[in-house]
């Protein structure tokens, strides 16, 4: 059964560094998302991704976040300078059109 | 704005026992509603849907739940737990019936099962 893939599923960084947390969504799928879970928190909308371009992003998503298919196969996400309040659960989704959403296993992010 | 509402953070039943998680949502428009599941350490994994039609809509694992209009609600339910169906569960709802679909999550339930 064909699946969304995440990597790293465990990150760990020190405040003010960069990363970039990866995906491979399931390949037939035309819509992205990512979503974030803060511990003990509600799954949160960060952002929709279709036709190599951003759809709708939440207002957490400001400028230290982006995300980028990079070479039709991968999707990824980047905090350009990462925040203790940062450290969350970060889901990959795809979906096809008006489809539900299938996610990823997660990447656990850990700002130090 | 959508929002869903979960009654009940925490849940517990004794094995064999009935399930029932609840979920309110609201919205301006026909919702589609979603029950995901989350067991540890694992995503978030699709249990059913409703997005028209037959209001009672069954998932996988004996899963069921039914779409009230006049309530906005959408319980799941289970006849007969099982100790597998320890998990976290979350409701959430989609205002999108064409294209990307921004799902709006509730705080989830924790289901546990008492042997």
């Known amino acids: 059964e064909p699946e969304v893939t995440q990597t790293p599923s465990h990150q760990v960084t020190q405040m003010g560094q960069e990363v970039i947390l990866r995906c491979v969504p399931i390949?037939?799928?035309?819509?992205f998302y990512w979503y974030r879970q803060i511990l003990g928190q509600k799954v949160e909308f960060l952002v929709s991704?279709?036709?190599?371009?951003?759809?709708?992003k939440s207002e957490i998503f400001d400028d230290q976040f982006s995300v980028e298919r990079p070479d039709g196969s991968n999707f990824t996400l980047k905090i350009r300078s990462t925040k203790l309040e940062d450290s969350a659960m970060y889901f990959c989704?795809?979906?096809?059109?008006?489809?539900?959403?299938?996610f990823g296993q997660g990447t656990r992010l850990t700002v130090v | 704005a959508q929002s869903v509402t979960q009654l009940g953070s925490h849940v517990s039943v004794s094995e064999g026992a009935l399930v029932l998680l609840r979920c309110n949502y609201s919205?301006?428009?026909?919702?589609?509603l979603f029950w995901y599941v989350q067991y540890p350490n694992q995503g978030l994994q699709l249990l059913l849907k409703?997005?028209?039609?037959?209001?009672l809509v069954k998932g996988i694992n004996g899963f069921e739940a039914e779409f009230k209009k006049s309530e906005t609600s959408f319980h799941l339910t289970k006849p007969s737990a099982h100790m597998s169906d320890a998990a976290e569960y979350f409701c959430?709802?989609?205002?999108?019936?064409?294209?990307?679909?921004?799902?709006?999550f509730g705080q989830g339930t924790r289901l546990t099962i008492n042997p």
């Open positions: 390949s037939n799928h035309l819509y």
């Open positions: 991704f279709y036709n190599n371009e951003i759809s709708e």
């Open positions: 989704a795809s979906s096809a059109q008006a489809a539900e959403a299938f």
């Open positions: 919205s301006s428009v026909p919702p589609y």
């Open positions: 959430a709802v989609s205002d999108v019936h064409q294209g990307a679909q921004k799902l709006v």
């Open positions: 409703y997005t028209t039609g037959a209001t």
